[in-house]
Antibody, heavy 116, light 111 residues
Framework: EVQLVESGGGLVKPGGSLRLSCAAS????????MSWVRQAPGKGLEWVGR??????????DYAAPVKGRFTISRDDSENTVFLQMNSLKTEDTAVYYC???????WGQGTLVTVSS | DVVMTQSPLSLPVTLGQPASISCRSS???????????LYWFQQRPGQSPRRLIY???NRDSGVPDRFSGSGSGTDFTLKISRVEAEDVGVYYC????????FGGGTKVEIK
């Protein structure tokens, strides 16, 4: 059974940093491209970014609102993908979901609140 | 950026009646490989999104056959042939041809 479990969310002040993790199981993680999608309270879904598998160069791409502030990385030995969030703004407040790049499997989400 | 426009915003439906959601993109979603990367997701209250349809019309495993997707180019539709109580939630389209963009969502509720 495929499982994606996010962790690391919490309350952080504007300008602060947070690192989210997503632990994957039930599939060959090293073969998968992985994505992050977020959802602000009461709002719709917003694509954040994705990371390719190492055999496709392992590079990451980002949505414009987070480019230069967020970094996606992966540790295939731990079957985990990370989202490093720096220079956080109040508008980054959202539930952050980890998903496969085919969007067929999603985690339960982790809430990030940016507030003073 | 590709803009995805869904309508209606809210869709009250009588149980057992059909429902239809429209999704329009600002550019053609036909990719260079000939595929059209248009997805539909269901998000029930308090739950994570769930993929229902991929590449316009392919239903995911376990998705009831009352759900169907159609369309081409820039105009796409998700249809529910007979709405059931468990179909309540918000439905999103997403394009995966030009980066990724979600539609604003359509809330399906029972009249």
């Amino acid at each position: 059974e495929v499982q994606l479990v996010e962790s690391g969310g919490g309350l952080v002040k504007p300008g602060g940093s947070l690192r989210l993790s997503c632990a994957a199981s039930g599939f060959t993680f090293s073969d998968a491209w992985m994505s992050w999608v977020r959802q602000a309270p009461g709002k719709g879904l917003e694509w954040v970014g994705r990371i390719k598998r190492k055999t496709d160069a392992g590079t990451a791409d980002y949505a414009a609102p987070v480019k230069g502030r967020f970094t996606i990385s992966r540790d295939d030995s731990e079957n985990t993908v990370f989202l490093q969030m720096n220079s956080l703004k109040t508008e980054d407040t959202a539930v952050y979901y980890c998903t496969t790049e085919s969007y067929d499997y999603w985690g339960q989400g982790t809430l990030v609140t940016v507030s003073s | 950026d590709v803009v995805m426009t869904q309508s209606p915003l809210s869709l009250p439906v009588t149980l057992g009646q059909p429902a239809s959601i429209s999704c329009r993109s600002s550019q053609s979603l036909v990719y260079s490989d000939g595929n059209t990367y248009l997805y539909w997701f269901q998000q029930r209250p308090g739950q994570s999104p769930r993929r229902l349809i991929y590449k316009v019309s392919n239903r995911d495993s376990g998705v009831p056959d009352r759900f169907s997707g159609s369309g081409s180019g820039t105009d796409f539709t998700l249809k529910i042939s007979r709405v059931e109580a468990e179909d309540v939630g918000v439905y999103y389209c997403m394009q995966g041809t030009h980066w990724r963009t979600f539609g604003g969502g359509t809330k399906v509720e029972i009249k």
